[in-house]
């Protein structure tokens, strides 16, 4: 029993810490429950919707599928509804009167068939990925709407005026819903991948740094920023698996009107291509700290020369992330980031040139299996750096193309 | 006038692609178009339901709502909507009768306030992970339900049999779609998943392979396979982001039965964390990758005493991730694995030894600064194998322990 308590106590303390990390999410809530209020009362004022079963549920229905959680997403799902019921709805009524002109004993099967056929193609159509993109909520409503009228239809005679109140019933819900989400603290779809990119990118650049300060310490100065420095090292997870959420936020994003400092047909797609060359780095930052895992040992005198130009060039690159990171964040072009950018590149030469320096230096100190051994692991810990800048360099010029693009709207 | 033409042509052509390559996807169609003319014969059938709106409309909507491609997700969806209707139904029966007994002039202000603050809580409950991962459809579910019983409730006063009448047909939508997808060429998501790991398998030995043949290549034998080689090399990319995909199937296969080789509570979290492995290798295969794009060219006589190493290693370490994809699809444990993680790992150490005896070797040349640049270039390619193979040696650790696990089930 105390086990039970204990879970349960467990539970409602994360679902508090959740609440009080994001309190958008809790505004949220109220949201949904202001409109369903808002709806019933709706309902309850006016004594022309009456019954059980009646179009007020049409309303209702509609709020609580309908409400979600961005404004891009509620709008997607609103303009499907509309459209997926009103196809479905002429559609079915053709498919009617076409049954009924055909007498009554081949009616159903008129009805029957064409239920089956287009359940079948809407259904298929769902698996087409431009469709599954921008129309998924859509053919669902047709589907269900398109049967609802051919079966309800064979009893009832009335089609066209139901038709007519349920309509306005769902019209009135959506429009509920979406005064509601665009007015009362609105979460753009937009606004929130906007963010998510900058925050990702600042990740990065810390996740490199903190990479850097673990890998080319000088060996006194250690755990004083261990749990720090760890955490920020891990930064970079966020961003190997995020595509997902990239891709539903820009296509939610189409849909939403000009807002904040976006426009209407803001490039949302460019975002998905700095999600993409990021996630590409953060590969190569993975690859790194698997490297750091699988320490091998490198004697001090080895190390020395090579930790300078390492720390230099992964510095300095994250200086890059980090400026990128503050451009997309106020959305200007700065000139700051050219200094950067060949600052970085200086010290991707300046590590080179102390690798090509390397193997001769090399038989400096006496030439015993030890230090032979010793380059395998010294490079392996300097080459990937330089592999990985060369990698994030080629990224930086598509970033900055697409920066331009993006800040020249 | 022609452009649009073209491009509903393309489109069609498209959705043809997809038809013949996944023919199980057509079947799926086609059994939602069975299922929906199912149901509405039975609604012609029966002439206890009658009228536009009745009763019989909840069986359709079920149906639409509810029938996925999975059995896994089907049952997933029905488990929810009944618990979800059911257990809305009870409390909205309940909060009726409490505001019933206050007086007719504090009850629509009793049940507002319960709609809004239910409505907000079962909304925030859709945010805590854990509920959203196997609860979320219900929440809304319960949502919806709650609020048609307490806004209809409000007029009419049969709730009871009304309730009685709509769980029935709602049952009744529901077996048929449950029939329907477990007799009729079932798709288990449990095997899917399984089929999508072992394939993931192959894809990440392929692309080793292909890598290994593109890098270490003998010059001479060049540009024959090219196309097949490099259509291999994008294999990774799949790996790369099949988390989500992962993560649903194991949500929905838990729902699932015993079925084929599997068990009710098969471990489907053990497929997750072999996917968390395999896609590490795939971040290291997509590192390599990088560094094959900006290749810098190396002289012939200090790339040939490696390349027989890394050819040697990279097929060994591709063969044994053949072999535990193989070992995945017929869930047997094989004993030829010991064997090839053995073969593996002397091949890491001969690429050891040979690095070992490179900086020795390396002064026998003329050394002038052509050549010393060279290591630079040649151990990039040969020591990230290195690096590449500890790290999978780690992974094939936890992976075999893994297939242990679910080869003893």
Same mark, same amino acid.
Request: aromatic share 6%; charged share 20%.
């Given at each position: 029993v105390m086990g039970i308590v204990l879970n349960i106590r467990e539970f409602f303390e994360k679902a508090w810490t959740l609440a009080v990390n994001e309190p958008k999410k809790v505004v949220h809530c109220l949201k949904v429950g202001l409109a369903l209020s808002l709806v019933s009362v709706f309902y309850y004022m006016r004594p022309l919707y009456d019954g059980f079963g009646g179009n007020a549920m049409w309303a209702v229905m509609t709020v609580v599928v309908v409400f979600e959680y961005t404004v891009g997403s509620t709008l997607y799902k609103c303009v499907n509804r509309a459209i997926g019921t009103c196809l479905a709805g002429s559609l079915g009524l053709g498919v009617h009167w076409v049954a009924s002109q055909s007498g009554d004993r081949v009616e159903p099967f008129i009805l029957q068939a064409s239920?089956?056929?287009?359940?079948?193609?809407?259904?298929?159509?769902?698996?087409?990925?431009?469709?599954?993109?921008?129309?998924?909520?859509?053919?669902?409503?047709?589907?269900?709407?398109?049967?609802?009228?051919?079966?309800?239809?064979?009893? &009832?005679?009335?089609? &066209?005026?139901?038709?007519?109140?349920?309509?306005?019933?769902?019209?009135?819900?959506?429009?509920?819903?979406?005064?509601?989400? &665009?007015?009362?603290?609105?979460?753009?779809?937009?606004?929130?991948?906007?963010?998510?990119?900058?925050?990702?990118?600042?990740?990065?650049?810390?996740?490199?740094?903190?990479?850097?300060?673990?890998?080319?310490?000088?060996?006194?100065?250690?755990?004083?920023?261990?749990?720090?420095?760890?955490?920020?090292l891990q930064g970079y997870k966020c961003v190997l698996n995020s595509k997902a959420a990239e891709e539903s936020m820009a296509n939610f994003a189409r849909w939403e009107p000009a807002h904040g400092k976006f426009n209407f047909r803001h490039p949302w797609k460019q975002y998905l291509k700095i999600g993409a060359s990021m996630r590409s780095c953060a590969y190569c930052i993975e690859t790194l700290h698997g490297g750091l895992n699988s320490n091998t040992e490198t004697p001090e005198f080895l190390k020395k020369p090579l930790n300078d130009v390492c720390m230099r060039l992964s510095t300095s690159s994250s200086k890059v992330l980090k400026?990128?990171?503050?451009?997309?964040?106020?959305?200007?072009?700065?000139?700051?980031?050219?200094?950067?950018?060949?600052?970085?590149?200086?010290?991707?030469?300046?590590?080179?040139?102390?690798?090509?320096?390397?193997?001769?230096?090399?038989?400096?100190?006496?030439?015993?299996?030890?230090?032979?051994?010793?380059?395998?692991?010294?490079?392996?810990?300097?080459?990937?750096?330089?592999?990985?800048?060369?990698?994030?360099? &080629?990224?930086?010029?598509?970033?900055?193309?697409?920066?331009?693009?993006?800040?020249?709207?």
């Open positions: 239920v089956f056929l287009l359940a079948a193609a809407a259904t298929f159509s769902r698996f087409i990925p431009t469709i599954k993109a921008r129309f998924d909520y859509g053919a669902m409503i047709f589907i269900l709407t398109f049967s609802l009228v051919s079966v309800s239809g064979y009893r &009832v005679d009335k089609l &066209v005026e139901l038709a007519h109140e349920r309509v306005s019933t769902i019209a009135i819900g959506a429009s509920i819903c979406i005064l509601i989400t &665009v007015i009362l603290s609105p979460v753009w779809a937009g606004t929130e991948l906007h963010h998510l990119i900058s925050t990702n990118l600042e990740k990065l650049a810390d996740s490199l740094e903190g990479y850097a300060a673990e890998n080319f310490r000088v060996d006194g100065s250690t755990n004083v920023h261990q749990k720090d420095s760890s955490m920020k400026e990128l990171s503050s451009m997309i964040k106020t959305m200007k072009n700065s000139t700051k980031l050219d200094i950067l950018v060949d600052e970085m590149n200086s010290s991707v030469e300046g590590l080179q040139n102390t690798l090509k320096t390397f193997p001769s230096c090399q038989h400096i100190p006496t030439p015993d299996p030890a230090t032979e051994e010793a380059p395998g692991g010294t490079e392996e810990a300097s080459l990937k750096p330089t592999a990985l800048s060369l990698m994030e360099i &080629v990224q930086m010029a598509t970033l900055t193309s697409l920066l331009v693009e993006i800040a020249s709207r």
